[in-house]
């Protein structure tokens, strides 16, 4: 992967190459960065160009500037895409990538060629008791994470991973996660049941892991309720990162969704 950086942000970015028809662009979970897609970089990069970027205050994303915030991602992939010369993605987003690549396809629809969500909630219709229940969890993580990364990083393992290699993986990124980075993840909120869903041109699959938590699966369901059109698949064996736990499953079920 050949790493760049998008003058005028923080966001670094990578890209396998475009000799092929189709993009695919990775949005990755919280606390780690695009590395936690390694294992479909390489499944995938000799059919597909692949373009990774960190989310800010990850991975080499945390060059930042005063006023700069998560809400900026989708507009600085939009840039990303007009630098390469890429017309349309399939996305795929897991945990906070699904988050922001549901705010990417409310602004830039017809950038979309498809859009696959994991281990997350629709944005535009998200239950508010459901959410408090989220914020809540998320916010003890967080006193966590302040008070020790390695900490952080320990337990964060075990509710973003099933297998122990998957858990081990995650720790070895989230372990590098800087705590002066939470502060991006403050202005999530903003992004949540502030558009209302169109008329999809797109394809749309959601997922979770068989071993995610309950409030994981009832996302799903709420989700499948108010888009029935979608595809929705279940992964065996695996936890909240579901490409991590299952890489096998998921490019199998990823290469199914595509050629359909």
């Not at 160009?49 to 006023?67: C, E, F, V, W, Y």
């Not at 017309?87 to 690549?101: E, F, Q, T, Y």
């Not at 969500?117 to 003890?140: P, S, T, V």
């Not at 393992?157 to 122990?164: F, L, N, R, T, V």
Request: aromatic share 12%; hydrophobic share 40%.
């Amino acid at each position: 992967m050949r790493q760049l950086r998008l003058e005028n942000s923080p966001i670094v970015y990578y890209i396998s190459g475009k000799e092929h028809e189709e993009w695919v662009l990775l949005l990755h979970a919280a606390f780690v960065s695009h590395e936690m897609f390694r294992e479909q970089i390489t499944y995938f990069g000799d059919k597909y160009n692949m373009l990774a970027p960190d989310i800010i205050g990850h991975g080499q994303s945390t060059d930042t500037r005063k006023g700069e915030s998560i809400e900026h991602m989708s507009s600085w992939i939009n840039e990303i895409l007009a630098k390469e010369g890429i017309g349309k993605v399939h996305i795929i987003g897991v945990s906070l990538g699904a988050v922001l690549a549901q705010d990417f396809a409310n602004h830039y629809p017809q950038a979309v060629k498809s859009l696959a969500c994991f281990g997350g909630y629709d944005i535009n219709h998200f239950d508010m008791a459901l959410q408090k229940e989220n914020g809540k969890a998320q916010m003890f993580m967080m006193i966590k994470g302040l008070c020790s990364v390695k900490w952080f990083a320990k337990a964060n393992k075990k509710i973003s991973a099933y297998s122990e290699q998957a858990q081990n993986d995650f720790y070895d990124m989230n372990i590098q996660f800087p705590k002066k980075s939470f502060r991006y993840l403050a202005s999530l909120s903003r992004m949540v049941n502030v558009c209302e869903t169109k008329k999809r041109a797109y394809p749309l699959l959601i997922g979770c892991g068989r071993h995610d938590v309950p409030a994981a699966h009832k996302a799903m369901e709420m989700w499948k309720e108010t888009e029935p059109e979608s595809r929705a698949v279940i992964f065996e064996q695996a936890g909240h990162c579901v490409n991590m736990d299952v890489p096998e499953a998921f490019h199998k079920v990823m290469e199914e969704f595509w050629k359909s």
